[in-house]
């Protein structure tokens, strides 16, 4: 991650979309960019991979509108150049750039206090003393939630109806497996700052006033790696991927997102996991439609059939076909219910199968079904049945 502290970032740039984008819009974005440089598409590319956590870490804070507003704000304070985060040139024994939540190497959480909304991994609250409340005090050890994580699934029609239980593949950033997050050499342990004594901060008078700002000695992480861990380099995290087994309920509908809570990225210094959001799509299926809870399906009738009344078997998602009882007289697009043959509810209850009629005006007339045909045109002559059509026109 870059040396930049957070509130020099352009998440807006990172995710190619202007300011006043819309919510659609950012999400639309982040998935043509996620596609493009996710990892599993991009083997190898460490390029790739680094654009594919910028994107990440700039949808996250986009994609939620607490964050994006906090985000939005503190740009405008301090984002135009007149505050600067001293102490991000580095140097051996302090905490290494790029931990994520660290943001250029140090805490937002602990750069910010402790105090406001949650943003970015940390929790933006208080910069200046006194100003945003600074509660300040201590080293910067507390819980922080792993990050909400979103993906994309496809299912096909029967999947969704039913309900299923996949398999997800999911990349991503979390603690080192060698250091365990600590960003330390095997064996040893973070200090706490000598400088700020934990507290990531120090304060500096200027002039009518004082204000707090990162602890030049560790950034504002309250803590110093003397021996970092050489796989991690002394961020403490690391990219993996790991294979989790997703429940889809059943009756899950084309477009839907799906909450799955603690499935998302590992918490820090045993926070709670962040959540897990699938967005499913549906393939559809070559008979049946969706109508909410219920499902769909056009059968076609002949003329006598429809005519004369007739008892139909119509397919069933589940199950053997149903048999439905056409009455005579009934007209080409009329829709009949048939009771719990549609999509299963949260409460376990069943939707219904709507089946809609289509009479089918044969193509080839047998000599003896013409004259049937014509003997029922002579037995219906005195009927019209645009007469109420053609009245109805005049009216208006």
């Known amino acids: 991650m870059s040396t ?10 990172v995710l190619g979309v202007p300011k006043t984008a819309s919510a659609d819009e950012i999400k639309q974005s982040y998935r043509k960019l996620a596609r493009k440089y996710h990892p599993d598409a991009n083997k190898g590319d460490r390029k790739a991979e680094e654009r594919f956590k910028e994107i990440s870490e700039a949808y996250n804070t986009l994609s939620d509108e607490k964050r994006r507003k906090e985000y939005d704000d503190a740009r405008s304070l301090f984002g135009g150049g007149g505050f600067r985060v001293p102490g991000t040139g580095g140097r051996p024994g302090t905490a290494s750039p790029g931990a994520p939540g660290g943001f250029g190497g140090f805490d937002l959480g602990d750069l910010f ?23 300040g005090g201590g080293p910067q050890t507390r819980p922080r939630r792993g990050a909400d994580v979103e993906t994309e699934v496809t299912l096909s029609f029967s999947q969704a109806v039913d309900g299923v239980t996949i398999p997800l593949n999911l990349t991503g950033e979390g603690p080192c497996p060698v250091c365990h997050g600590t960003g330390a050499r095997a064996g040893t342990v973070p200090k706490v700052c000598p400088t700020c004594e934990g507290s990531g901060q120090s304060n500096r008078n200027n002039g009518n006033f004082a204000f707090s700002e990162p602890c030049r000695t560790c950034r504002g992480r309250g803590l110093v790696v ?17 294979t989790i087994q997703a429940r ?18 590992p918490g820090e210094r045993g926070g709670a996991t962040g959540d897990l959001y699938v967005r499913v799509h549906v393939t559809p299926h070559p008979v049946f439609g969706r109508s909410g809870g219920n499902l769909t399906v056009t059968v076609p009738v002949t003329v006598p059939e ?91």
Not at 113 to 135: K, P, S
Not at 314 to 325: L, S
């Open 113 to 135: 206090g402790g105090a406001g909304t949650e943003a970015g991994g940390g929790r933006i609250g208080d910069l200046l003393g006194g100003m945003f409340g600074n509660r």
């Open 248 to 265: 889809i309920p059943a009756g899950v509908a084309d477009g839907q997102r799906i909450k799955l809570r603690g499935k998302g990225a």
């Open 226 to 242: 003397e021996d970092p861990c050489p796989s991690c380099s002394g961020s403490g995290h690391a990219t993996s991927t790991r």
């Open 4 to 13: 930049k502290d957070y509130l020099e970032k352009d998440y807006y740039k």
């Open 306 to 396: 429809a005519a004369l009344g007739s008892e139909i078997k119509v397919p069933a998602h589940r199950g053997a076909p149903v048999t439905v009882r056409i009455p005579a007289g009934t007209p080409n697009g009329r829709t009949f219910r048939v009771r719990g043959k549609g999509v299963r509810r949260p409460d376990g209850t069943y939707g219904d199968l709507l089946v809609t009629v289509d009479v089918m005006v044969p193509k080839n007339v047998s000599t003896k079904g013409r004259k049937a045909l014509e003997d029922l045109r002579e037995a219906t002559a005195g009927e019209d049945p645009r007469e109420e059509l053609l009245l109805r026109a005049k009216e208006t």
